[in-house]
């Protein structure tokens, strides 16, 4: 596509605006017995690792990458109990008790993150009102229901017209006085709070799996390490090294984000469409003291919708649209799981084994469903189980409407898997920065090129044996079943796989 010369560009490369969590000193050292050992070392995991350790429990931090790689620190971060049309929706599928919970759960997270970053000191957060808007008509029966919904369970929410935005809304709901925040920093106070309660964080080691012996918890790493516990909580996007039904329960997707210099006044409350695709707005702070505009939304299930790059520029043209661009800073993406039935699931892995926890399911409001799990996830270890932790549970669906996208999230999956491996013949060269799958059967070549670097790795997922695609945005190898991404090389960058994709000849 061809671009005015004075239009904004977008970055060449993806960088999180909010950059690397500083003050992580190397990983740390593992004990051969611990009490607990928490797989993930994000909001979820690190906040549970936080309560245990509160209460005076022997507690470790396991995770693949270097802390703030993974959803977390790529967050935009808005730490609201206004989850778009969520608890509506809820409520109607669920009715008031289940609604009632999961809006409880959203506000003890909310405590919880507020506590951490008032005691830390070192994160920066903004009090600002939540909106979600609609611009079609289409979409304003669910603002309405929302607002309902909020108003019945004692919150100041309230249908107001959001008169900062630069354009026409046909309904908005307002949640006043919520936090938007800086992950990075938050992950670094967390680190912090962690090291001064002396619980190890340990990385990069992969969980390759988790097996019970003699009544103990037993992890081994991809990279051969051997520990063993009382407990083990998956604090990851989708639990592995376990088969549970989490992922024939979950569907993965991956959304985007775009930090912009804007001339003019920037909107300061943070904003949410009901309308698809979804678009997000929040300002943010950089380590100078200059407000950007933080743009996000256009998301799609991992692996499908490709050229992933064409997402990206939608984003990028809807900013321009509606804003006086001068530049944009950064590009950058996220995953999460959204549930078949709207609600997380947190609690103890239904296929076991015992004493193995969960958490999955967040749709992309991890920072309050993710705070409010350590705290179920913390209270079943220590017997003090909130009362509002039962709709919570890992489970198949309980209505109709639940099971009817089960099913068709799997139908997807079966017919993607099938379609997956009619394949195009050959093996030619590919474009600089691109990546291509040639079939060479029984074992499908995965080809590309980034930096001058030809590499040729097998395009059989590691997981259940999709064929990846290519995802030219982030340069990655992305499986269309169950959101496991790799490396050019093959390495694994998210799960549910845990093995690299094998390395071919070229």
Known sequence: MNRPPDEAALPARPDSFWGPVHGIPDSDRLSEHHEVIVVGAGITGMSTALLLAERGVDVA???????????????????????????????QSHGEQTAQAYLTAQLRGQDLVRRVAEKSGIVDWDVRDAWTYATSPKSIGQIQREAAALSEFGMDAMLAEPVELPFQTSAAVCLPEQMQINPAQYLAALHGSLTELGVPVVWPERIASITKTNGRLHLTSTQGTDVSADWVVVATLLPFPLRTLMFATTKPARSYALAARVDGDLPQGMYLSADSPTHSLRTATSQAGEEFLLLGGNGHPTGRGNPTSRHVEALADWAREHFSVREFTHRWAAQDYTSADQLPHIGASPLGPPNVLIATGFGKWGFTNGSAAAQ????????????????????????????????????????????????????????????????????????????????????VCTHLGGIVRWNDADQSWDCPLHGSRFAPDGEVIVGPAVHSLAVEDG
Request: aromatic residues 4%; positive net charge.
């Open 376 to 459: 179920i996830l913390s209270g079943m270890i220590v017997d003090e189980v909130p009362d509002w932790a039962r709709p919570f549970a890992p489970r198949l669906p309980n209505s109709l409407s639940g099971w009817k996208t089960l099913a068709m999230n799997n139908a997807e999956v079966a017919a993607t898997l099938a379609s997956g491996w009619v394949l195009e013949p050959g093996r030619g060269s590919v474009a600089s920065g691109r990546g291509a799958v040639r079939r060479d059967l029984p074992h499908p070549d995965a080809v590309s090129e980034v930096d001058g670097t030809r590499r040729v790795c097998s395009a």
């Open 61 to 91: 931090v396991i995770d693949a990458r270097r802390i703030g790689s993974g959803s977390t620190g790529r967050s935009t971060a808005k730490v609201s109990v206004l989850h778009g049309t969520r608890t509506g929706q809820i409520r």
